[in-house]
T-cell receptor
């Protein structure tokens, strides 16, 4: 089945550690996105990539990094510089502007 | 300022009843509007997409309306089921030079009781 796979589903991190969230898609979409979701807030864009080897900062990129070495993969690293990383992270891909297909999400908790 | 406001913030209804969720936006220029359903702990799933020229679109028991003049959209759920319990998110896509820029509402949390 075509879709977007995020892993892990749940992740715990100690303060000062970097963690990487995986996002893989087999939909052959060019564009991929990372969003952060906090309770009571709308989704906020962290990073996006419209083509391999190119990515752009979103609205809340500080403390995060990404790479896009393959069309299918868009991993997100939450660095120790992110002061409040506990959140639900959503990866999405699209074939047309605004037409998003989301993964199942990864919940990161800082201990 | 481009914004998307949803109401109510939360809603509780009994199984079998109908309900209507509201979305007001100030995004300009407007390209399209989508409603997503997000089950707890899952990713959002698209329910409908409304373009400027459409004022009503149905997807099973879900019916979305759009009034581009007043910049309002609604999502009507008919004969609610327990599985309708979820967060419903309104997303507006901008046009023009910002084509594809998305603005997210905070969602309406719907709970359906048996």
């Amino acid at each position: 089945d075509g879709g977007i796979t995020q892993s892990p589903k749940y992740l715990f991190r100690k303060e000062g550690q970097n963690v990487t969230l995986s996002c893989e898609q087999n939909l052959n979409h060019d564009a991929m996105y990372w969003y952060r979701q906090d309770p009571g807030q709308g989704l906020r864009l962290i990073y996006y990539s419209q083509i391999v080897n190119d990515f752009q900062k979103g609205d809340i990129a500080e403390g995060y990094s990404v790479s896009r070495e393959k069309k299918e993969s868009f991993p997100l690293t939450v660095t120790s510089a992110q002061k409040n990383p506990t959140a639900f992270y959503l990866c999405a891909s699209s074939y047309a502007p605004g037409e998003l297909f989301f993964g199942e999400g990864s919940r990161l908790t800082v201990l | 300022k481009n914004q998307v406001e949803q109401s109510p913030q939360s809603l509780i209804i009994l199984e079998g009843k109908n309900c209507t969720l509201q979305c007001n936006y100030t995004v300009s220029p407007f390209s399209n509007l989508r409603w997503y359903k997000q089950d707890t702990g899952r990713g959002p799933v698209s329910l409908t997409i409304m373009t400027f020229s459409e004022n009503t679109k149905s997807n099973g028991r879900y019916t979305a309306t759009l009034d581009a003049d007043t910049k309002q959209s609604s999502l009507h759920i008919t004969a609610s089921q327990l599985s309708d319990s979820a967060s419903y998110i309104c997303v507006v896509s901008a046009g023009g030079s910002t084509l594809g820029r998305l603005y997210f509402g905070r969602g309406t949390q719907l709970t359906v009781w048996p």
